[in-house]
Structures are given as C-alpha cells and as structure tokens.
C-alpha cells in the first residue's frame, strides 16, 4: 500500500485535516480531491493542499494509490459503487465514518473486500469545512482501523503506521464490534442526552423553571444534545440494530433502577450507584468528574517535545494553578487536544486570557 497518489471524496473537517497533516509530513505527496461544494476544491487549490482547482469526476481517481471516503455514510456507499469499476489494481479504499456495518456489507456485496479497509478517527466538532480543517485534529485521538476478512497484516500493518504518522493511536477492531461499541459509548449517550432535554422541554411549566435552574450535571449530561440533529438521524439509521439493543438494555438497567426506589431498597440502592462510580473512577480518562463544579478548559496543542511544559511553565510563571491535566484520546464530538482543570472560576478565566494572547486556541464547555 502506497501514500503517493492520494484522493479525496470529501474534503470537510476529517478529510481536510488528513490531507493537512499528510501534506506536512510529505511535501511531494499528490493530493486530488472533489466535494460536494466548489468552493471547498477552491479553497484547498489556494492553500496548496490539492493538485486540482476544479471538482473531479470518478474516473479521475483512476491512478490512485489510496482513495478516502470522507463523505456522510449514504453518500460513501454511492460513492463506493462508482469506483468499484475505476480503481487500480493495488489501490486501497477507506473511509472515516463513525459507523462500519452498513459500508463493510457493501463493500462484501461490490466484491471489494481485497480493496478496502474501514477507519474511523475519534475526533471532530460542531464546525464543518475545509477552513475548520487542521492538521493537529487527528494527534492523540483514537484512530480505529476495521480491515476486512481478507486484508494482509502487512497491509494492516501499513495503515496502522500510516495512521501513527497522523498523529493518532491506531486500535484495530472487527466492524460489527466497533459498531456496538461506539453505539454503547458514543451514540447511546447522545440518545439518552436528547431524551433527556425533550424530557425536560416537555414537563416545564410555563415560567420555564426547570430551564432557568439547569446546570452543574444537567449541562454536562445534556451537553451533546447540541450535536447536529441531521447527523444523529444519519448515525440512528446506519446504526440501528446496535443503537436498538443497547437501548432496550438501558431500559432494563433504568427500569431496575426504578424498582430498588419504589421499593426503598437502601443496600441495593447503594450497591447500584458504588457499582458503577468504582467502574467510571477506573477509567483512564483525563476528565473524571466529581460532584463540586469543574473549572476546565480545551486547548489545541501540537504533538511536539516540550508542548504541555510550555503551557505548563507559562501558567506557573503567571501564578495560575493547575488542578488536572490530560490527553483527550477519545475528541468526536468534542474540541480541544488538552485538558486542563483549575481550583476555581477565576483562575480559569485568568488562563484563558493568557493562552489565548499566547496563541493558542481554547475552547470552553
């Protein structure tokens, strides 16, 4: 598998800032993209991120040795069926979907199998386009590969380092095991987070109380309610069966949960919520939340020698102290490389100020 002649069926947030990263690694890496807006071909033309100043075709991703499909899931799998007849022999095609069931049946159906393994790097935001691309998106978040039954492991093997020299930590996966899994970690929350809020919505009265009252946990567990509605209705459709089950566990989970109260079953109660507080402390997550307000902030960080101690030294030499500080591996959805956690409300703002005239960007939730 070669990283040569590279294109692009998309060239949005993920897509743009794969092409980025690729770009800075190799200069003499040919680049060809298309997209669903001209602008977006224009504006990479102009960066010097792409060989083409027009919107291409299929058959011009003939002589490609990689093709990324970074496209919404529907439109991959059309997308798919056009280049089962133009690709090369040798040619790899991926994808970045965050769902794998639909594409991978498609790609057995097409007989591509031999030409295709799935990705998913963990990584994104609220902001779409190639102006919001960077080529520090993709470093320390999670990037899971899903080879198909017939991939060589040295092909995989290539694809893991080519995703290491994106920055990202490659975790290889079967495509029905990350599609249950992500439906349990990722799109369940969001599930249980607009149920939530609609919940809410619907039982306030008119003075809106419960509105104006909403913070501490209510905000962090609502929080991706905010995500895009057209990109949870994408994910619910080429996710279901996934998303259905572990709903219908949940449901079980809550309807136990409702038993042990109208019962008043203290001991079974306590062992409920000890349960799963040991299981969430044991996660390696930088962001552990406790039960006082948290005082945090996101900051985008190059994967470079000395990143974290200049932003360190610089908060130290400014009196500002650090309570926590992590990697966030797991970044769909969310903005910011580190996290950084303060005693109080002031001394977060005060190092917002001094990162953000330092130059760095910051992000709050």
């Given at each position: 598998m070669k990283?040569?002649?590279?294109?692009?069926?998309?060239?949005?947030?993920?897509?743009?800032s794969i092409a980025k990263k690729m770009k800075?690694?190799?200069?003499?890496?040919?680049?060809?993209?298309?997209?669903h807006h001209k602008e977006t071909i224009e504006e990479a033309y102009k960066e010097g991120l792409i060989e083409n100043d027009t919107l291409l075709p299929m058959e011009s991703f003939t002589d490609?040795?990689?093709?990324?499909?970074?496209?919404?899931?529907?439109?991959?799998?059309?997308?798919?069926?056009?280049?089962?007849?133009?690709?090369?022999?040798?040619?790899?095609?991926t994808d970045v979907g965050s769902t794998k069931t639909e594409i991978h049946e498609e790609?057995?159906?097409?007989?591509?199998?031999?030409?295709?393994?799935?990705?998913?790097?963990?990584?994104?935001s609220e902001k779409t386009g190639i102006l919001s691309a960077s080529e520090t998106l993709l470093e320390n978040a999670y990037y899971i590969i899903t080879p198909t039954a017939v991939t060589p492991q040295a092909d995989i093997d290539v694809f893991r380092d080519?995703?290491?020299?994106?920055?990202?930590?490659?975790?290889?996966?079967?495509?029905?095991?990350?599609?249950?899994?992500?439906?349990?970690?990722?799109?369940?929350?969001?599930?249980?987070a607009y149920s939530l809020v609609n919940l809410v919505c619907r039982t306030d009265d008119e003075k809106e109380t419960m509105k104006t009252i909403a913070a501490g946990g209510f905000k962090d567990i609502t929080r991706i309610a905010s995500?895009?509605?057209i990109m949870w209705e994408n994910i619910c459709t080429s996710n279901r069966e996934p998303i259905l089950e572990l709903m219908d566990r949940y449901v079980d989970i809550l309807k136990e949960l409702r038993g042990y109260i109208e019962e008043g079953d203290k001991q079974a109660l306590l062992s409920f919520f000890q349960n799963a507080k040991?299981?969430?402390?044991?996660?390696?997550?930088?962001?552990?939340?406790?039960?006082?307000?948290?005082?945090?902030?996101?900051?985008?960080?190059?994967?470079?020698?000395?990143?974290?101690?200049?932003?360190?030294?610089?908060?130290?030499?400014?009196?500002?102290?650090?309570?926590n500080i992590g990697i966030v591996n797991n970044r769909e959805y969310e903005e910011g490389i580190l996290h950084l956690e303060f005693p109080d409300e002031t001394m977060r703002d005060q190092a917002k100020i001094i990162l953000t005239e330092s130059g760095y960007t910051i992000h709050l939730r």
């Open positions: 990283f040569q002649n590279i294109g692009f069926i998309g060239l949005g947030l993920i897509g743009g800075k690694n190799d200069k003499t890496v040919r680049i060809y993209a298309t997209a490609c040795d990689c093709i990324f499909l970074c496209a919404p899931v529907e439109h991959n799998i059309d997308y798919l069926r056009q280049l089962k007849g133009i690709i090369r022999e040798g040619c790899y095609i790609v057995i159906r097409l007989g591509l199998e031999a030409h295709f393994i799935g990705g998913h790097p963990m990584t994104g080519f995703v290491k020299s994106l920055g990202s930590i490659p975790l290889i996966l079967d495509y029905k095991a990350h599609d249950f899994s992500t439906a349990a970690i990722s799109h369940l929350p969001h599930m249980i995500s895009s509605p040991d299981y969430r402390d044991s996660m390696t997550l930088p962001s552990v939340k406790s039960q006082t307000t948290c005082y945090e902030l996101f900051a985008d960080l190059a994967d470079e020698t000395g990143g974290i101690a200049s932003i360190a030294q610089l908060l130290a030499d400014n009196a500002i102290n650090i309570k």
